[in-house]
């Protein structure tokens, strides 16, 4: 299959139609062992091994013991290959839910799959957003975090509203999460001894009377102990499905 087998439309950028194997192959050369995947993947170990910032297509070449100016035979540019660095780094989808299953479980379980490879993968959170999901294995994220919604009364437009709210969150609390443990490794602070010092020093800066609100958490040890991000985390999606729930049940009456 070719770009020439796509419906006419608006053009495909080149990055897409290799991630969708619709680019043509090129010549062979004196490096026959050399493709797109390839690159992608060893761009992917050196992000895992060293984060996105020791990514270019230099370092990259040299993981695989090739030219520089080779690499753009088959990926033209830093942008192509992060678009494709994302595809690769999400992986496959989570698998459907159990028929079962309702809903919310779907997109409970749907949300934690993205949640995981968040965590293990955090470079991912630093690659810009500069566009909606396009490439094979984001859409089949998508499918699958739809397919959730197929037996509740939700127009397909908040279905997808609710993806982009769910998503949102699980990118919002990674990338909190990810910052405070980089903080905290500065800092030479254990992450989970962050907390209980920040309320020590809090509970010497301020008022009571300037800040009421904030000495009652303090006095009620809130932010004295170590908050489990996972906890954290449990606590703020099932806010959100509340609120899902909540606009379901509207739109079934």
Known sequence: ??????????????????????????????????????????????????????????????ELG?????????????????????????GPSPEPAAPEHDWRAGLTRWAWAEHAVLRRRPWLLHVPITGPPITPRQLGWLEAGLRCLDDTPLPEGEKMSVLLLITGYVRNEATLTNQIAEGSRAAGVEPDEMMPAYGQMVGRLIDPARFPALHRVLRSGALGQSDDPEDEFAFGLDRILDGIEALIRRRAA
């Open 1 to 62: 299959m070719t770009a020439k087998d796509v419906d006419s439309g608006p053009a495909i950028p080149p990055a897409v139609e290799s991630a969708w194997g619709l680019r043509e192959r090129p010549p062979r050369g004196p490096r026959p062992g050399l493709n797109a995947p390839a690159i992608v993947e060893a761009a992917v170990r050196v992000a895992d091994a060293d984060g996105l910032a020791a990514v270019s297509m230099s370092r990259v070449a040299k």
């Open 66 to 90: 090739a030219a520089t100016m080779a690499l753009y035979r088959h990926i033209a540019s830093k942008d192509d290959l992060l678009l494709l660095m994302v595809d690769l780094g999400y």
